[in-house]
Nanobody, 122 residues
Framework: VQLQAFGGGLVQAGGSLTLSCAFS????????MGWFRQAPGKEREFVSV????????YYGDSVKGRFTISRDNAKNTVYLQMSSLKPEDTAVYYC????????????????WGQGTQVTVSS
């Protein structure tokens, strides 16, 4: 499995950004897809997950109400729409894929993308 995340960049506080993650190498629809982020000096943090069908989504408390995850199984792509961005959202964002295990536990994810930097200026 290969995951490639892109769409990061520099944005002002209050702005919006959409990340994309392209999946290849296996049947995309069999995997739950998650987004995690890691700021300098901090642990990798759960951001959001969407189940294999797209029927259920979950969010970390710090992004709930501001971020929206979605997937397009026809395009083998998962998205993270981020709005009302804050400086504390600054981090490297990673997409990840898993077939089983906890949605919120990074160690349950089998495959990871390379990460894309999001920087929110105040």
């Amino acid at each position: 499995v290969q995951l490639q995340a892109f769409g990061g960049g520099l944005v002002q506080a209050g702005g919006s950004l959409t990340l994309s993650c392209a999946f290849s190498g296996r049947t995309f629809g069999r995997y739950a897809m998650g987004w995690f982020r890691q700021a300098p000096g901090k642990e990798r943090e759960f951001v959001s997950v969407v189940t294999w069908s797209g029927g259920s989504t979950y969010y970390g408390d710090s992004v709930k109400g501001r971020f929206t995850i979605s997937r397009d199984n026809a395009k083998n792509t998962v998205y993270l729409q981020m709005s009302s961005l804050k400086p504390e959202d600054t981090a490297v964002y990673y997409c990840a894929a898993k077939m089983s295990g906890s949605d919120f536990d990074r160690y349950a994810y089998n495959y990871w993308g390379q990460g894309t930097q999001v920087t929110v200026s105040s």
